[in-house]
């Protein structure tokens, strides 16, 4: 089985630019307007023009704890480089400074229906649709480093952030003219039980927690001692990475792991297959080198590192040394590059198998219907995220799914 992450790297993008920096002013996000990969407008989509301008977008609120006047939406980021919202309407309008209100923050927020399904129109960009219960979110619309107006993203790891006490959650998009391609997140957090279904070409949905799903990972994770200051009362579950950065989680969780991998990996050869070829490395003096299609090297990682796939384990979109770290980071989170030394790893079953492991991505894991969802960043090699994509949309609908 190929790994599906071994497609162009660009996605990550989104994930990253959008994420902010776990620091207490959450930096400024720009949404890349190519933030998923393999976007681009094929011959196929060109002949079928299957990506019509618009989109059918509709919010299903089956969260059984706040109705519909208690539930937010705000769908934000970027078309054609500029940031923009979405209107009720379903028009995008420019984010402007004067946009902040006397308290300092926009009111971006779209108002569910009175009952039943909400409907909207979703035009072609890139960006996330925030679901905020029981009170707003603050953006705020600063000047970024060109003068440009731009929104500090809410950042629920960062407990002075404004939106710290403000129960919410978001899934990500790119919709363009290649189609729709979206994902439910956990790689920064996990708080609101959320599902998308994407309809077109095919009928998929992901993202849907298993009943109960949602208190089990607050208890998967709370009963790991590593990993239970990142549980925020029922408020989130804090992705270990950032919960490493606010001093929630050991700077060296995994450092025997990876003493443990380099040290092995130079007695003998491990295989790393991608889109461009099999790669075989071995530890040569203090960096993980590996031939084949191409040379490329690593440093030891960090925790910090591997948790965030980046740093040392950072994956340019190269097509060769990309590749090859976002295996190395799946197989650091997932504990499986001890015991196979031939990767990616395909068998779910095989993933988390020793104490020593991403406890977080785990219980993310265990608690969807399909066991996919993004865990970390690259939780979609050998295709293990809960994303989905379609080159002939026809309808996204966002539900929010029972906490219970």
């Known amino acids: 089985m190929t790994s599906r992450h071994q497609r162009p790297l660009g996605r990550r993008r989104l994930l990253f630019a959008l994420g902010g920096a776990a620091v207490a002013v959450p930096a400024i996000a720009t949404v890349a307007p190519y933030a998923l990969a393999g976007t681009s407008e094929d011959g196929a989509a060109k002949k079928a023009k299957a990506a019509a301008d618009t989109l059918p ?9 706040f109705d519909n006047a208690n539930v937010h939406i705000y769908v934000v980021g970027n078309q054609d ?7 009720p309407d379903g028009t995008l309008a420019p984010i402007s400074l004067s946009d902040n209100g006397s308290d300092g923050f926009t009111d971006y927020a779209i108002s569910l229906s009175g009952s039943g399904e909400t409907r909207l129109s979703l035009p072609h960009m890139s960006g996330r649709i925030y679901v905020a219960l029981g009170e707003k979110l603050k953006f705020k619309a600063v000047a970024d480093g060109n003068g440009d107006a731009a929104l500090q993203f809410p950042a629920g ?18 919709f363009n003219s290649s189609g729709m391609f ?3 997140t956990m790689v920064d957090m996990f708080s609101v039980p959320l599902s998308i279904r994407l309809t077109g070409a095919k009928d998929q949905t992901t993202g849907r927690l298993k009943a109960g799903g949602r208190a089990s990972v607050f208890d998967a994770v709370r009963k790991v001692e590593e990993f239970s200051r990142l549980v925020v009362d029922d408020t989130r579950v804090v992705a270990p990475g950032h919960g490493l950065d606010a001093g929630l989680f ?47 090297s690593f440093a030891k990682p960090s925790t910090r590192d591997v948790l965030f796939c980046d740093g040392k384990l950072a994956a340019p979109n190269d097509g060769t040394t990309g590749p090859v770290a976002a295996i190395l980071g799946a197989g650091f989170n997932r504990s499986t590059l ?4 031939a990767q990616p790893t395909t ?16 219980a993310v894991h265990a608690a969807t219907e399909d066991g996919k969802a993004y865990g970390f960043a690259f939780d979609d090699v050998a295709d293990f995220a809960s994303y989905i994509q379609d080159t002939a949309p026809t309808g996204l609908t966002l539900t929010l799914t029972p906490f219970a």
């Open 57 to 65: 977008l509709t919010i299903v609120n089956d969260n059984g704890e």
């Open 347 to 362: 068998d779910p079953a095989e993933f988390y198998g020793t104490d020593l492991t991403n406890h977080y991505a785990k």
């Open 81 to 87: 480089g500029r940031q923009v919202r979405l209107t």
């Open 157 to 174: 790891w960062v407990s002075s952030d404004p939106n710290f006490p403000v129960l919410h959650d978001c899934a990500e998009f790119t």
């Open 182 to 184: 979206c994902n439910t």
């Open 250 to 296: 050991a700077e060296d969780y995994f450092a025997p792991y990876i003493d443990e991998v380099w040290s092995t990996y130079t007695g003998r050869d491990l295989e790393v297959t991608t889109n461009a070829g099999t790669f075989t490395g071995r530890v040569r003096g203090d960096r993980f080198t590996f031939d084949g299609p191409a040379q490329v």
């Open 338 to 341: 001890l015991s196979k030394p």
